[in-house]
């Protein structure tokens, strides 16, 4: 078996219990603050926007949280995902280093976004919700929370960021495929939005605009909640299950990572790929656990640990993450997954600890990167997936240079096929790199300036 590529669990090895990582941290998540009081948020202060079970989550100290069986039997549809052993991209590399991919392109929606739509719709629907409102970037959260809704007779209503709503109209069909309204952020349906534009009718969006008018139509309908696909912590413990999968795969394998690499955007990849081994990593397990991000939008290794709002309109609790700031616009790049404002608060607090570490790269080398692995995998990536494959590559040379074996495992989180309209710009040479100076950054951060401050704060970068 010593040519096995691929690790597959039976489906009754799939996990009946979600992870916590807030329950081995050793500083935990500073709370979200009331924007009006200054004072942590209460249950009555979510309750507009998210049913109680998901509150109970999202504050929970629990270990493990056990997953109902309305969920499973929806997850059962495509998990257990494979492990695959990389073989043919290490012979194409010439390295000695093992590389490992947990694929997560094989669910409806394509990418590992269902992990966590398909709990809330369940709690939103057992809440006696009607209508789920939502953001999306690329589309991927948008298409998963449409599949969801649908699995559950819910209405879904999502504002795409309009610059992936013209670069991305087959993700808008995707979710109109599954019932799901899609518009345009911003748009003239919101308050917000219509603000958004009188200052700027060419405006592309952001995550932080499109969250204000999901919000804003979730606090103003008794009928409808809000739904996000990443950032906070009930969502990062739901896409545990790819850690836990890939834990036993790795034994499987009769192998166990050096370095574990996902893409970072809010933080729901790379804590669904790495919490499982954070949890064995405090336990005294050696990982390097890495965070990848774009370079033109700079939130774990430029922004700086601050209390900031979750959105561009000010209408969520301040949050303690590393950020870019609520008003920070990034440029238009393709991996639209990634183009948000700050990081989970629990990622954020495990980069501060030190047991996490984050890296950026530009989109110009992650195309490059996605492209290499296309034609020795097979798989076309995600743009926002082809960070990962760029660490894992810079990883897999470094092995090489030393002449050192190096287990290597990365989160493939969802194949490219509706993003082929990048990889046309990318093999046309249109596509260019934007990173973020330090000019930039500050300007980004003025935002932020008034808002209080989280203990550790220095006003500086933490040290990546």
């Not at 492990?83 to 194409?92: F, G, I, Q, S, V």
């Not at 409808?224 to 034994?251: F, P």
């Not at 050696?286 to 309109?313: H, M, N, Q, W």
């Not at 492209?371 to 760029?390: D, K, N, Q, Y």
Request: a negative charge.
């Amino acid at each position: 078996m010593s040519d096995k590529t691929c690790f597959n669990l039976d489906q009754s090895e799939l996990p009946r219990q979600w992870y916590n990582v807030a329950a081995d941290m050793p500083n935990p998540a500073q709370p979200p603050l009331h924007p009006g009081t200054g004072q942590p948020v209460g249950p009555d202060d979510l309750a507009p926007l998210f049913p109680m079970e998901l509150i109970g989550q999202e504050v929970s100290q629990e270990r493990w949280i056990d997953i109902p069986s309305e969920v499973l039997d929806i997850y059962s549809m495509w998990r257990p995902t494979p492990l695959y052993r990389a073989r043919r991209l290490e012979k194409a590399l010439g390295t000695p280093a093992k590389i490992y991919y947990k694929y997560e392109g094989g669910s409806p929606a394509g990418s590992h976004k269902p992990n966590t739509a398909v709990p809330q719709a369940y709690y939103n629907k057992k809440a006696g919700i009607k209508k789920i409102a939502t953001e999306t970037g690329a589309g991927q959260w948008g298409s998963a929370l449409s599949f969801a809704a649908q699995m559950f007779g819910l209405e879904a209503l999502v504002y795409m960021v309009k610059v992936s709503y013209f670069q991305k109209p087959y993700r808008r069909s995707m979710m109109q495929c599954w019932g799901g309204k899609v518009l345009a952020s911003p748009s003239d349906t919101t308050q917000i939005g219509k603000k958004i534009l009188e200052g700027n009718p060419d405006s592309p969006g952001s995550l932080g605009i499109a969250i204000s008018e999901a919000v804003e139509v979730a606090a103003t309908n008794s009928d409808t909640n809000y739904a996000l696909g990443s950032v906070l912590s009930h969502v990062l413990l739901h896409q545990s299950v790819i850690g836990l999968e890939a834990e036993k795969q790795m034994k499987l394998a009769g192998d166990y990572p050096d370095v574990v690499i996902g893409c970072c955007g809010g933080g729901s990849n790379f804590a669904g790929i790495s919490n499982a081994f954070v949890k064995n990593k405090i336990a005294g397990k050696e990982t390097r656990l890495v965070a990848v991000e774009p370079a033109s939008c700079p939130t774990l290794t430029k922004g700086i640990y601050a209390y900031d709002f979750g959105d561009t309109g000010q209408m969520t609790p301040l949050l303690a993450a590393h950020t870019l700031g609520h008003d920070f616009v990034p440029p238009s790049i393709h991996a639209g997954g990634l183009r948000y404002h700050g990081v989970a608060s629990q990622t954020s607090q495990l980069l501060n600890d030190g047991i996490i570490e984050a890296a950026a790269y530009p989109q110009l080398e992650c195309f490059e990167a996605a492209v290499t692995f296309c034609r020795a995998e097979g798989i076309i990536p995600a743009p926002e997936s082809s960070h990962a494959i760029r660490q894992a590559i810079v990883e897999a040379q470094r092995a090489k240079e030393e002449g050192k074996e190096r287990t290597i495992l990365f989160n493939l989180s969802g194949h490219g096929h509706f993003d082929m309209a990048s990889y046309d710009h990318y093999f046309a040479g249109d596509l260019v790199d934007d990173s973020m100076d330090q000019a930039g950054v500050e300007k980004a951060l003025a935002a932020i300036s008034m808002l209080p401050k989280p203990a550790g704060y220095t006003g500086k970068p933490t040290a990546v």
